[in-house]
């Protein structure tokens, strides 16, 4: 695997049957949609992925299926975080077994604890981690947002990178500011909208929750990116933000993006639109909103390139 890591990476979305179990041809549907997009890896289990809300003989069951659908075409990252030292573990021998290339790592999500005591686990967990790995800054989830210190000290554990949800491009420069003139040190951000600024600062790509059903839109903007194009960039950037104006905006929970995504896929004809527990999927109303957004997007001729 090259590092740094970087491009577009789907944080993709879990396909679920009514019964909540596993969506094994939604998933092969969703996982050949993606890597046809040109998308540069997969990112698993993270909170569009609604990891935290599965069970762990689930999460081991979506791991080994997906790697062996993707057959090391891209590599596969697997978010490991729990609120137990050991299920991490569990999870990130598993994936190193079934073939899983880079696991992912979140601070544990329930108990409230300070940066000294994330750096004192972190010095159990890391070390004894069977792969490569990212560090994942999740504050809206986690309830910390994770220092230069601690990821300081992450990185000299092996950390190959982070990925930064903070919805704060001010983070992000200073992670590219600290982090950035190490090669091999990969700097990803979680939220979209702020793809071609990390690119044109340094950073190295996106895990785009958008790139589920749409992934050459923003396979197209990295390398616009990459290449400064200016002109395509802002063209590229506007779908973005009116997908973020209508996919994204459906209903009034903070779940609505998670729910969008599925919706969308749905529409597509990929996979089903279920949620896992306490997330509950769109009603008709909501459904029928996003079934008009999608068929205006597919019918614009300027999308074609993303279809």
Known sequence: ???PIKGIIPPMVTPLMEDRTLDLTGLAKL?????????????????TGEGTSLSHTF????????CSLVQKKVPVLVCITDTSLEESL?????SEKVGADVLVVAPPYYLPISQAELQDYLEILLPALPLPFLMY?????????LSMETLTLAKKLGAIGIKDSSGEMQYMNELIKVFGSDPEFSIITGSEIFLHETILNGGHGA???????FPRLFVDLYEASVDGDLEKIALLRETILQIDNTIYSVGEN??????????????LGICKDFTAPPIKRFNETERAKIQTYMNNFLSNTEFAPIQ
Request: charged residues 15%.
């Open 90 to 94: 569990e999870l990130a021998h598993h």
């Open 137 to 145: 800054n999740m504050p809206s989830c986690t309830k910390m947002n």
């Open 1 to 3: 695997m090259d590092l």
């Open 207 to 213: 895990v785009a929750g958008g790139a589920n059903f």
């Open 254 to 267: 903070i779940s609505k993006y998670i729910k969008g995504i599925k919706s969308a896929l749905a529409v």
């Open 31 to 47: 996982v050949n949609y993606i890597l046809d997009g040109g998308v540069h890896g997969l990112f698993l289990l993270g909170t």
């Open 59 to 66: 999460r081991k069951q979506l791991v080994t299926e997906t």
